[in-house]
């Protein structure tokens, strides 16, 4: 049965929350216990819901005022995955994280197209997890190591086949920007390293946006790692 705890009111729009209340769906009680009790012990992370499959996930968070999502992977019903692209596409500004026991590329590279901002793995969740939620808050992705050598390895493949260099799609400037923000740089900030307007710089950025079919900060950064603009 999912919580019944009230959660606390939604801030201002554009306003970070005092507390991140999270959503946490695993089809097994004793999971989410444990991952609960890593959670709240924080006291900025506070699970406000939790479900027992992905459907219930998503019905979740139609109700409820979350900011972030922590889905198992193997659910019945609808997987984590699944779930992922149902949140993605029903609240845009919801963060995800898939917390799994599978150390799985597959797995791994399925989660980041679904929109997920984070792979955690269940063995190190009590080193991982609560890092990975703040990063996620953050707009920046969370990386296991094996992660990041998967990522290293599907770029080098890519090369291998002659796939498109981040040059040839981008001009040399947008790519310059494209760097910058991945990197965590303000719009101002890199007006300034550039010597060039903010606007010049926003408008750098939605051309970036548009030319790769990208939503956000978060996917223009996973971008840039995965053609080899920034290290991981």
Same mark, same amino acid.
């Given at each position: 049965?999912?919580?019944?705890? !009230? ?5 201002? $729009? ?17 999971? $989410?216990? +444990? ?8 006291? /900025?992370?506070? &699970? &406000?819901?939790? *479900? +027992?499959? +992905?459907?219930?996930?998503? #019905?979740? *968070? ?9 889905? /198992? ?19 845009? @500004? ?8 599978? =150390?799985? #590329?597959?797995?791994?590279?399925? *989660? ?14 009590? $080193? ?6 703040? *990063?996620?808050?953050? =707009? ?5 190591? @094996?992660?990041? !050598? ?7 493949? $890519?090369?291998?086949? +002659?796939?498109?260099?981040? =040059?040839?799609?981008? !001009?040399?400037?947008?790519? #310059? ?5 991945? #990197? ?16 010049? &710089? ?13 939503? =956000?900060?978060?996917?223009? !950064?996973?971008?840039?790692?995965? &053609? ?5």
């Amino acid at each position: 049965m999912p919580d019944t705890a !009230t959660s606390p009111t939604a801030p201002p $729009r554009g306003a970070a929350p005092s507390t991140i209340r999270i959503l946490l769906a695993d089809d097994h009680a004793l999971v $989410r216990r +444990g991952v609960r009790l890593i959670l709240d012990q924080e006291p /900025d992370l506070e &699970v &406000v819901a939790e *479900a +027992g499959d +992905g459907a219930e996930a998503v #019905e979740l *968070a139609r109700t409820r005022d979350v900011d972030l999502a922590v889905l /198992d992977i193997a659910m019945p019903r609808m997987t984590g995955l699944q779930a992922a692209r149902e949140l993605a596409a029903l609240k845009p @500004g919801l963060r995800i994280l898939m917390l799994t026991m599978h =150390d799985n #590329e597959q797995y791994f590279f399925q *989660a980041l197209k679904a929109g997920a901002s984070g792979y955690v793995l269940k063995s190190v969740a009590d $080193r991982d997890l609560v890092a990975a939620c703040r *990063a996620a808050m953050r =707009d920046e992705p969370f990386l296991y190591p @094996g992660a990041v !050598t998967a990522l290293i390895r599907n770029y080098l493949e $890519r090369a291998r086949h +002659g796939e498109e260099a981040p =040059d040839q799609v981008l !001009t040399p400037r947008e790519e #310059e920007v494209l760097k910058l923000v991945a #990197e965590g740089h303000s719009s101002k900030e890199i007006a300034e390293l550039l010597f060039i307007s903010i606007k010049t &710089v926003q408008r750098h950025r939605a051309n970036l946006l548009q030319k790769l079919g990208l939503r =956000d900060r978060l996917e223009l !950064t996973r971008y840039a790692i995965r &053609v080899g603009l920034i290290e991981p």
